[in-house]
């Protein structure tokens, strides 16, 4: 107890305390009839070792951990709209399409900023979409947006991991709903899906 007495005394002195956590993803896998296409996914360095450090003078310090949670969710939810999941080391290889994601942007708010009730997180994501051969399909951002009330939590770090995570079921319920609507996108699936669908039938076109 005097530790922690003495930890808090220091804090106050400083003005902020350093705050670290790791995120933990709790994505479900969508209920959705597959495509009957192999999916790959290309986790670049900068996704998987994305991590969000807040250095401001009038917010506090932050260490948060995200990109095993950022991983997750992609992996989790494409799982769920394609036959075959596969990782791959590059943005090439053995897969009818090759998803790249990263993390473009990555934005805050606790109850003190705004004088509500709420923990808020906002994502942009950058997507880039190949196919096996390297040829880029799609090229796109899409958001996101979590949100947690003050009541679901003790500390300002147990309301931003539930924010994050309610930010992180919205990126893959758009990715789900989105994925086709992209105009490139829809424009492959009308030209090569039939194609992968009559062959997997073992039937010619």
């Not at 394609?82 to 290889?93: D, R, Y």
């Not at 758009?174 to 090569?192: A, T, Y």
């Amino acid at each position: 107890m005097t530790r922690r007495l003495a930890i808090l005394a220091l804090c106050l002195l400083l003005g902020s305390c350093s705050s670290s956590f790791r995120v933990k993803s709790q994505v479900p896998q969508p209920l959705v009839q597959p495509m009957p296409l192999t999916m790959g996914t290309y986790y670049p360095v900068a996704l998987r070792n994305y991590r969000y450090e807040e250095n401001n003078e009038a917010r506090e310090d932050w260490n948060i951990e995200q990109g095993d949670a950022q991983m997750q969710m992609f992996s989790r939810v494409l799982s769920g709209m394609f036959k075959n999941l596969v990782e791959l080391p590059a943005q090439s290889g053995s897969a009818d399409l090759i998803l790249t994601p990263v993390v473009e942007e990555f934005q805050y708010t606790v109850p003190r900023e705004t004088r509500g009730k709420i923990y808020e997180v906002w994502f942009k994501y950058h997507l880039q979409l190949h196919e096996g051969s390297g040829r880029l399909v799609a090229d796109w951002f899409m958001t996101s947006y979590g949100k947690t009330p003050t009541a679901f939590s003790t500390t300002d770090a147990d309301g931003l991991e539930l924010a994050i995570q309610m930010a992180l079921r919205d990126a893959g319920a758009k990715l789900l709903m989105d994925f086709s609507r992209v105009p490139e996108i829809r424009q492959w699936m009308e030209q090569n899906l039939n194609k992968h669908t009559l062959a997997i039938r073992g039937e010619k076109p």
